[in-house]
């Protein structure tokens, strides 16, 4: 890959950055038709569910959302009763996210739709082709995280988290 001309289209971060905003275009029509629910409100309710009791900080950290996303995110869920927020009692600063009763449901009712897209997303390809793809995903992850020191911002790529 050294000394070869930059091709957009054959540029790795580029092609990245284009096949995740594709799922993820498609997986937010989906959300949003079904449910009502944005990709940043979706991904807070996810990891909500499998951290109960969580800073939007640790959100941020988790799904590399911005501060600003996350926290739009949270205040429109708090608002429409799946979210609540509690007192952090280890740092009063911050609050921690918990699903409400409705909030649970509407997981319960999300997160067989999201393994159905997955699902179809992903016929075409071997298990052992999934496997190996989401090994590199990790792998990639790591070294870009390694690069910069944790701080992305998908400035050479154009990519990042879009908001919904």
């Known amino acids: 890959m050294a000394n070869r001309p930059l091709i957009l289209d054959d540029f ?3 092609r990245l950055s284009v096949t995740s905003n594709l799922v993820s275009d498609t997986i937010a029509r989906t959300y949003e038709a079904l449910f009502g629910l944005t990709i940043p409100e979706w991904r807070l309710v996810a990891v909500v569910a499998e951290h109960d009791g969580i800073t939007q900080q640790a959100i941020g950290a988790t799904t590399r959302m ?8 949270a205040i429109a869920l708090v608002d429409r009763g799946l979210l609540a927020r509690a ?37 075409g390809f071997a298990p052992t082709e999934v496997t190996a793809f989401t090994a590199m995903l990790r792998r990639i992850e790591a070294a870009a995280l390694a690069l910069d020191g ?15």
């Open 12 to 14: 790795i971060p580029y």
């Open 150 to 164: 944790g701080q992305s911002t998908g400035a050479l790529d154009g990519g990042g988290d879009r908001p919904r």
């Open 87 to 123: 007192a952090n009692p280890d740092d009063r600063r911050s609050h921690l996210l918990r699903l409400t009763g409705a909030g649970r449901e509407l997981y319960a009712a999300v997160a067989p739709q999201a393994i159905a897209l997955e699902r179809r997303i992903f016929e």
């Open 66 to 73: 911005d501060k600003v996303t996350v926290s739009r995110a």
